[in-house]
């Protein structure tokens, strides 16, 4: 039996309450949802329905919508990437916020500038991510001061972002490189080691770095089989000597 998309262990239940019934939907419910991601931040939980259905709420209510807390939730969707859920919220956001302000027509409205920036930033992070440039998402976050306000409310945000490149490298190789992984991760020395071997349990042998054996990265031979029947080739053959009418 498959997971529901829509299921979270940790949501408590006064948000699983809201989330299935009428007052999904209800404005009021706005700031007990913006106090739920405060909560995700702190915890290192990450409930994405809950925060796309926060999202709706502001687009249906722009007035109430906090520019902290979507960034917040863009940056939740970053630590569990490669899901979807970044490119879902993006699509939540008012068009003119994902357009870059020199191409814009118009001059943005009060307010809308800073926020613009702090999405588009964000989004050059999820798509060094999604292209596994991992070296260049490490060098991008220490590029500019302003990543660091962004991830600044999400608790064990890089450890939660080498946890995800750890999982996504597990499942593609057996060994690598430790110079190659080091630069990958934006680690370096013993807190490399540290990670390695206490978060991951990986083994460091010289200069590479061996990955346990797991059933994404176990080599596996594939036999493919055609099933095609001696009557599906005649079917093919008479047509072809048939005389259009």
């Not at 613009?116 to 070296?135: D, G, R, T």
């Not at 499942?171 to 490399?192: K, N, P, Y």
């Not at 031979?221 to 009557?231: C, F, L």
Request: charged share 20%; hydrophobic share 40%.
């Amino acid at each position: 039996m498959g997971i529901a998309f829509d299921y979270t262990p940790d949501r408590p239940e006064h948000i699983d309450a809201i989330l299935n019934g009428l007052d999904r939907y209800n404005p009021e419910t706005t700031s007990v949802f913006q106090e739920y991601v405060t909560q995700q931040c702190e915890e290192r939980t990450v409930d994405s329905y809950a925060n796309l259905a926060l999202l709706k709420l502001y687009q249906f209510n722009p007035h109430l919508a906090r520019d902290e807390t979507i960034t917040n939730i863009l940056v939740k969707c970053l630590t569990i990437f490669p899901s979807p859920d970044f490119s879902l919220a993006l699509h939540l956001l008012p068009p003119h916020i994902l357009t870059p302000v020199s191409a814009s027509s118009a001059l943005p409205a009060a307010g809308d500038a800073p926020l613009s920036e702090a999405v588009q930033k964000l989004n050059v992070l999820n798509n060094l991510l999604s292209q596994a440039s991992y070296s260049a998402f490490w060098s991008t976050l220490d590029s500019d001061d302003l990543y660091a306000d962004l991830i600044a409310d999400v608790a064990g945000f890089e450890e939660l972002i080498r946890i995800r490149i750890a999982l996504t490298i597990s499942q593609t190789v057996r060994e690598i490189e430790r110079s190659v992984l080091e630069s990958w991760l934006g680690l370096q020395g013993e807190a490399f080691d540290k990670f390695i071997t206490g978060v991951c349990g990986w083994k460091i042998e010289g200069t590479t770095v061996k990955v346990p054996l797991n059933k994404e990265n176990e080599a596996k031979s594939t036999i493919v089989r055609e099933n095609v029947k001696i009557e599906q080739f005649s079917r093919v053959i008479r047509r072809a000597y048939e005389q259009p009418a």
